[in-house]
């Protein structure tokens, strides 16, 4: 719906009430590309941003096939059941040649789907960093001031950019699969490193030894790995999202895991939640920083009218992309 069409009065005080079909539309308002668009949304932003900060944020990345949405759906069904209001921001992998995107996450959540309690909104990462949406963070904002107390984001998969989702979480889990032996050669050491929790899935039937020994491998790889948080120590559970062993002491470890911050925090120690929040407030901020720059410079006369030629130039071989890069620079000043 084009800006001029929302009234943001109605759309923040609607958001406020918990209205799903208002937040969606804030949310589709915020993921917008359109210059007038994000003026506006930056004002609602700026207007919710009292209502906010009070959710679990929890980060959940994992290997392919490791059945995030399966696990997602256990969790957040246990959480709606204990009561808690569960927005799952779902970040779809999108087409490199169209755009698009699966948008499945409701037909692999139907349960969660169905509650009331719950919201699942479905974003098409459009190839960004970290295979997170890149108006993720507005969004986890947006279902904050809606009254979601809980707010669980689901990544592309794990990789090294895959780490962008640890900037805007409290709680970072890591997904794998039980044989630990293969699994260890193919994570890197920068989610160990991010990690707050290890859960190895599918820890049923004949696979529940391996899901022992992958968690013991796990628990020994993580004792020598760097921690992001003094006060916390990340260690490694097995569960099944199939049959819902483990997720309720998983979830247990996810609060034992705030406590252990805001503590502290309270006693001003370093690491804590206060000094978690700032940082993703800075991060945010840079983000958003390189994204502006990559658009300015894109956008930019110079640039805009050579870039094209300079890229098949380097696609062909008669360009490296470090000469690439001057030159298109001297485009920037003028001076190509």
């Given amino acids: 719906m084009p800006a001029a069409h929302f009234d943001l009065d109605q759309l923040v005080a609607s958001v406020r009430t918990g209205d799903r079909v208002q937040l969606a539309r804030a949310i589709t308002l915020v993921e917008s590309g359109l210059a007038a668009d994000q003026e506006l949304a930056q004002e609602v932003i700026e207007r919710i941003l009292p209502y906010t900060g009070e959710a679990i944020r929890v980060g959940i990345s994992g290997v392919p096939g490791v059945g995030k949405s399966t696990f997602i759906e256990a969790l957040g069904t246990r959480l709606v059941a204990r009561g808690h209001q569960v927005a799952v921001l779902a970040v779809d992998p999108s087409s490199t040649l169209s755009g698009g995107s699966i948008l499945g996450d409701k037909s692999r959540m139907p349960d969660l789907a169905r509650a009331p309690e719950a919201f699942i909104r479905p974003s098409p990462s459009a190839a960004t960093l970290g295979g997170v949406a890149r108006r993720t963070r507005e969004s986890m904002l947006l279902c904050e001031a809606a009254g979601f107390d809980v707010v669980l984001v689901e990544t592309v998969g794990v990789g090294q950019s895959e780490t962008a989702v640890a ?169 190509g």
Avoid: C
């Fill in 167 to 335: 900037d805007m979480v409290d709680f970072f889990l890591v997904l794998m699969l039980p044989g630990a032996g293969d699994e260890l050669q193919g994570i890197k050491k920068g989610i160990l490193e991010l990690a707050d929790l290890i859960a190895v899935n599918k820890a049923d039937g004949e696979q529940q030894a391996l899901a022992r020994t992958a968690v013991r491998d796990y628990s020994a790889t993580l004792r020598y790995a760097r921690r992001r948080s003094n006060p916390w120590k990340p260690r490694a559970v097995a569960v099944s999202a199939r049959t819902g062993t483990g997720i309720d002491e998983l979830w247990e470890i996810v609060l034992e895991h705030r406590a252990v911050l805001t503590a502290a925090a309270e006693a001003g120690e370093p690491g804590g939640l206060q000094d978690r929040r700032t940082d993703q407030l800075a991060r945010w901020m840079w983000s958003l920083v390189e994204e502006r720059l990559l658009g300015d410079f894109r956008a930019h006369p110079g640039v805009s009218a050579h870039l094209e030629e300079v890229e098949t130039a380097v696609r062909e071989g008669r360009s490296t992309p470090a000469k690439a890069v001057r030159e298109l620079f001297l485009f920037l000043q003028g001076e």
